[in-house]
């Protein structure tokens, strides 16, 4: 498999996972303002969406949406229980969590870092994202991660979200249950190998 990036972005929720679950993989770097590979190649003729994260599949198909690439990546190591099994209730609740991440969240964060949107539209987003950021902080209460005891891929993409806020200086310090949650994720060996794979973290 081949994992299309860019340091930081959206796709380092994959990337974790493809860690955590202990896949081969290959990592390509994308210049999202350029829309192109590290070699000079056309990124759009990969992905016509221009955005990461895409994982490319052994077979040759293209996936494109981080919540469904961190489910297949998921499910093809299923031993590793990074998504409850399929069909059961708790995979739905997984689902909603992606879902809730990637609507509520994602799309809130996102657009602060357009620097062409005013401060008055920022304001309004980044007081959006606080408020459901308050609403994880009450759904952690009592848990070590968003499904209960067991780490999976929504946690991976959690933790990318409490990384933009804190590039954008979000004031989280009230929420306990979140920031002992975003240490828990953030020291995991392999949550510090995909920081340190992006150059986001400096290795030791």
Known sequence: MKLYYSPGACSLSPHIALLEAGLPYDLVK????AKKLENGDDYLKVNPKGQVPALALDSGELLTEGPVIVQIIADKAAGKNLAPARDSVERYKLQEWLT??????????GPLFN????????????DRALGKFR????????????????FTVAD???FTMLRWADGMKFDLSGLS???AYKARVGARPMVQEALTKEGLLKAA
């Open 30 to 33: 994308v210049d999202l303002r």
């Open 156 to 158: 991976g993409y959690m």
């Open 100 to 109: 809730y991440t990637n609507g509520e969240l994602h799309k809130n964060i």
């Open 177 to 179: 249950n979140l920031m």
């Open 115 to 126: 620097p062409a949107l005013s401060d008055d539209a920022k304001a309004v987003f980044k």
């Open 135 to 150: 609403y994880v902080d009450s759904q952690l209460a009592g848990k070590d991660y968003l499904m209960g005891k067991q």
